[in-house]
Structure formats: structure tokens, C-alpha cells
């Protein structure tokens, strides 16, 4: 039987993954332990926005395409707006127009990664002074290592376009070096209302086809985030306490309970990341870690 890989990125940075996998062959199950919620714009994000736009940043770092797609729609209507303002703007097709504005970039921008780099070619960004720059690793360590983050000094602005929530170590290190931190979160982070209720029934087929006889036949979890990590080790857990619980006479659903529940260690894991890793290992569980998501990164490492 083709290994199975269970997927648990975000519906919209799924698709990518299953289908490189799907077609060398692997079984590819998509279960979201995330999914993604935009946060109102506050008063407060457009004020840090137009800093920005005045020059008062030293550079913009954006820590995903989610964050990079928020924010572009926000830096052109600002622009288009100030194009309004000073009676430039063409009163016809509004939002082709944003979507064609001219978009001059007050600072250096630092993508973390392809993807997030890739979401900002959707808008017209002049390159003339500054282009997108992206670590070798995708990851806070990879960005703490580039130099246009190692000059920053005492004094120095940075500005982050961000989700809720994720890692701190890139903030608390420039914090640490006397740098001033701002940033806006575009999105939250929360565990998708059906994750449990997806679980439970691929475990259900699982248990109809498969045994796990050993290490090489566990099924794969791709796991990018700390929140993800926690999200799906509350599911796994909560669906073997839900199904050890004692039959009820008039239970109907007994075709999972009549195999043994899923544990942690089950499953094999595919970890971004030193700190992810670190959380997986605590828990003695088999991993691959990975430095970047790309479909070809994961390939290799679970091949």
C-alpha cells in the first residue's frame, strides 16, 4: 500500500504539498490544524502604515503570504487614496486601478520565504530601490542571519507584517539589541471547527484497510507551526480518551471502537524547524526536520 501523509497545513497552502506527493504515489490526506481568520484594520495598523510609508523603518519584514497578500491591499489603497487626495485617480474600474498603482517601497521588504515572496508579485512593487530579499532559511534564524537584518542597530525601526500569535525569536533578539519593534497581525491562527470530526473518520477508514506493523508503515503528519503541533496533539489525544470511553448500551458507532485508538507515537512526523523539532522529540516521537515547505524539501526528507 502507498504511504500515507497526512497534511495539516491550511486549506489555502495545501493544495501544493498533497498534489507534488500524490503524484509520486503517496496517499494524501488533508486534515487542517489551522485555518486562518483576517482581523479587522484598526486605526492603529493604518497609522503604523503610513510610518512606514514615510520612510520611518528601517525595513518591512513579512512572515507569510497570508500576511503579505493583507497587507499589499492595504499599502495600495493607501497609495490609490493619496491619489485621490491630490486628484490624480482615474474615476473608473476602482479596483483595477488600486490593483495597477505603482507601489514604491519606502524600505527594504524581507519575505521569510518563496511562497510569501511570490504573493507579493500580484502587485506592481518598483524595484528600482529596493527589491524583495529572502533568507537562505525560511525560518527566524534564516532572517536573524541576512545582512540587511544583522546591520540593524540601537534605534533602528523594523516593522513586521505578521499573523497573531508564532514565534518570538526574531522579535526578542533585535529587541535584546536595543532595536525598535512594530507590527501588525493581519490574521489569527485557530484550530478548524471540524478537525476532530476529519480525524475521526480517517481513523475510522484507517483501522477498515491498515495495521500498523511497524515504524516504516506508521502514517506521516506534516506539521509546520507550534499551534499546529498543539492543535493536533489535542486531537489525537481527545478522540482516544472519546474512544475508550465505556460502550454505551445504545452506542451505535462501534466500528472504531473496536480497534485501538491512535496515540501520538503512532505516527511519524515531518517538523519546520529547530524548535518544532525540539517539541516533537520531547515527546519521543520519530521526525524529519525540515528547513522550508517546499513540496521537494518534505519529498526528500520522508524518501
Known amino acids: 500500500m502507498p504511504k500515507i501523509v497526512i497534511n495539516t497545513r491550511p486549506i489555502a497552502r495545501a493544495a ?4 507534488h506527493l500524490q503524484a509520486v504515489g503517496f496517499t494524501v490526506v488533508e486534515i487542517p490544524m489551522l485555518t486562518l481568520q483576517p482581523r479587522p484594520t484598526t486605526d ?14 528601517k525595513a518591512l519584514v513579512i512572515i507569510s503570504p497570508t500576511a503579505a497578500t493583507s497587507g499589499l491591499n492595504v499599502w495600495q489603497s493607501l497609495v490609490h487614496s493619496e491619489h485621490d487626495d491630490s486628484g490624480d485617480a482615474q474615476p473608473d474600474n476602482k479596483a483595477a486601478n488600486i490593483a495597477s498603482e505603482v507601489l514604491v517601497a519606502p524600505s527594504q521588504i524581507i519575505a521569510v520565504g518563496q511562497a510569501t515572496a511570490a504573493a507579493l508579485t500580484q502587485a506592481n512593487i518598483d524595484a528600482a530601490n529596493y527589491q524583495v530579499r529572502q533568507p537562505e532559511v525560511a525560518n527566524n534564524e534564516g532572517m536573524l542571519a541576512m545582512p540587511e537584518i544583522n546591520r540593524l542597530q540601537a534605534g533602528d525601526k523594523l516593522l513586521i507584517w505578521r499573523g497573531l500569535g508564532g514565534r518570538r525569536l526574531l522579535v526578542d533578539t533585535l529587541q535584546a539589541r536595543g532595536v525598535h519593534i512594530d507590527s501588525i497581525a493581519w490574521y489569527e491562527r485557530s484550530m478548524p471547527t471540524e478537525a476532530m470530526t476529519q480525524y475521526q473518520q ?4 484507517f483501522h477498515s484497510y491498515h495495521k500498523i ?3 516504516a508503515k506508521k502514517p506521516i503528519v506534516v506539521v509546520s507551526s507550534g499551534a499546529a503541533f498543539e492543535h493536533w496533539t489535542s486531537i489525537v489525544q481527545g478522540v482516544r480518551e472519546k474512544m475508550s470511553e465505556p460502550k454505551r448500551s445504545n452506542d451505535t458507532v462501534n466500528d472504531a471502537r473496536d480497534s485501538l485508538p491512535l496515540t501520538l507515537a503512532d505516527f511519524s512526523y515531518v517538523v519546520l524547524g529547530e524548535r518544532l523539532a525540539n517539541m516533537v522529540a520531547a515527546q519521543r516521537l520519530s521526525y524529519w526536520r525540515v528547513e522550508d515547505l517546499a513540496p521537494d524539501t518534505i519529498l526528500s526528507a520522508i524518501t
Open 44 to 57: 492603529n495598523d493604518l497609522a503604523l502604515m503610513r510610518a512606514w510609508l514615510a520612510g520611518e523603518y
Open 202 to 205: 480517517w481513523q475510522q477508514d
Open 16 to 19: 501544493p504539498l498533497t498534489n
Open 213 to 215: 506493523a511497524d515504524t
